[in-house]
């Protein structure tokens, strides 16, 4: 395999010539599944002021002593605290304050009795004169004291990360309506080939529908990009050229194409991509999927995958998500583990990406080939938890070997 690259050394050249792209704002309601672009430090205290956790009341916990059900403790009610509102009145020993969840702790008390451990009623709207305690409460019972959360100036989500729900929890509880997001990558897929149809049109005798626009469009937003999607080009020069074109119109941050990469009559793209751009490298020694072009066109990377779609989509796992995951500023790491192989595989010298399933047994992770691994068989894709990865120059896996899984799932 002189004539074609590892594909660690292919990667890794691919890699330098791929950049971060740049942030922009966005509402955090349009955040979910993006990569945050900026730390996000809390501008307040979180709680931003001392609150009652249960509806009760606010006393002095010195007043509690010795309270219970045989001997309640009698206090007068003073004032009647609503979240949201403030109350004025300093609450004195002898006193209490009728509290709901979340308001702020009036003046002169130190704790919160919850409702269910006096006599009170909050079905009642009008403030009770009285409240009779049935138990003792410590200092500080169930005060959530200002800033115990979090805290003005603290460092609570790190760029970088990918925003859930729950990042958009604590954007939303300090305030931050915009944020900073990495810009997601442009894709245009573009393919060729007579013989695909579109979704739209029958079937008919030698034709095959387009798969690889609809995997590769799949992957891409996977990967956190945006993918646009074009009709297979014509076997021809002119439609090839027409096709990547009206692709750079797009001005995309990548272009994807599959197909026409092999060396037969009607595969165009090799001779395109030169006119029209610059080709990096052609051959990566991998399996499935060797004839695999990169380059440039008008100076935006192009991945040149092959037609057969397990290879198309074997190829884009192993070269372009990398890529647009760099771009993307997401983290490529903790996809790969270790698995034992199930059973005897074959291989033939090229690194081959075999799709399996895997089972759990005995504390590790068994891995079986998903049936026919012909480059061409959606089902290997379908069935298949990860690629296991046999090395470069090894032709059998024995039954029992340790080998590396790239997890698809
Ligand atoms: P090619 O690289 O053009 O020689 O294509 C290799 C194989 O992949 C052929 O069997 C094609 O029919 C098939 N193929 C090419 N493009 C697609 C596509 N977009 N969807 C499904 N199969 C395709
Ligand atoms: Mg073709």
């Known amino acids: ?73 009698r206090l007068r009610v003073a004032s009647d605290v609503l979240a949201g509102s403030i109350s004025t009145t300093v609450i004195k020993a002898g006193q209490a304050a009728r509290i709901m969840t979340g308001a702020v702790i009036p003046e002169g008390v130190d704790a919160i009795i919850p409702v269910e451990d006096t006599d009170g009623d909050f079905r009642l709207q009008e ?50 309506a915009k ?20 979704l739209h049109e029958a079937p008919a005798h030698g034709k095959i529908y387009d798969s690889n626009a609809y995997a590769l469009a ?87 995958l092959p037609g057969n779609p397990v290879s198309a989509m074997v190829t884009y796992t192993v070269i372009v998500r990398p890529s647009l995951l760099k771009m993307g500023g997401r983290s490529s790491s903790s996809r790969t583990i270790e698995a034992v192989a199930g059973e005897r595989m074959v291989s033939d010298g090229r690194r081959t990406y075999a799709r399996v399933r895997l089972e759990a047994k005995d504390g590790q992770w068994v891995a079986y080939e998903t049936g026919s691994q012909s480059s061409g068989a959606h089902l290997s894709m379908l069935l298949a938890d990860g690629l296991l990865i046999i090395p470069e120059e090894q032709k059998i896996v024995d039954k029992g070997e340790k080998l590396p899984v790239l997890l698809l799932r």
């Open 127 to 176: 403030t009770p004169s009285h409240v009779s305690l049935y138990s003792s409460v410590p200092v500080g019972a169930y005060i959530r004291k200002r800033g115990e959360n979090i805290s003005k100036g603290q460092l609570v989500i790190k760029a970088g990360t990918v925003i859930r729900s729950a990042e958009i929890a604590i954007m939303a509880s300090l305030g931050n």
């Open 1 to 73: 395999m002189a004539d074609s690259l590892n594909v660690d050394e292919a990667l890794a050249r691919i890699l330098e010539q791929i950049n971060l792209l740049p942030a922009e704002t966005v509402a955090i309601e349009d955040s979910l599944g993006r990569v945050l672009a900026e730390d996000i430090i809390s501008s307040l205290d979180l709680p931003p002021f001392d609150n009652s956790s249960m509806d009760g009341f606010a006393i002095l916990s010195e007043d509690s002593k010795g309270a219970s059900k045989e001997f309640p403790v």
């Open 218 to 304: 799949a992957m891409v937003e996977e990967d956190g990009g945006v993918a646009l999607r074009f009709p297979a080009a014509k076997d021809h020069p002119d439609a090839l050229r027409e096709s990547y074109q009206a692709a750079l119109a797009e001005k995309p941050d990548v272009i994807i194409s599959s197909a026409g990469v092999s060396v037969g009559a009607a595969d165009y793209v090799r001779g395109i991509l030169n006119e029209l751009g610059e080709i990096g490298f052609w051959r990566i020694n991998l399996r499935p999927g060797k004839p695999l072009a990169y380059g440039h066109l008008a100076g935006i990377p192009f991945f040149g």
């Open 179 to 198: 944020i900073a997001v990495r810009k997601q990558p442009k894709v245009v897929i573009v393919g060729s080939g007579d013989e695909l149809l579109e």
